[in-house]
């Protein structure tokens, strides 16, 4: 296990002592790996998850509209 030094502010160290005591957490370092590993659950991962590959096979499928030129994309639109 990697150890580190962080500086936190008053307000995010009591943001730490929320999720610490919310989710019944040992210590802040179980409060920023529990932060850490939902961020990349949302946000990094997305387009590993199931649902998301679903979704991607959905949209490949569909059939666009063809343009020749911007100008014909945006009479389209207006």
């Not at 999720?19 to 802040?28: S, T, V």
């Amino acid at each position: 296990m990697t150890s580190a030094i962080v500086n936190l502010t008053e307000k995010n160290s009591t943001y730490l002592n929320i999720l610490k005591a919310y989710f019944g957490l040992k210590n802040k370092s179980d409060a920023m790996n529990f932060i850490v590993n939902e961020y990349a659950k949302e946000v990094l991962e997305p387009q590993l998850r199931p649902e998301y590959a679903k979704k991607l096979q959905k949209i490949m499928k569909e059939k666009g509209n063809a343009y020749k030129s911007l100008a014909k994309m945006k009479e389209a639109y207006s």
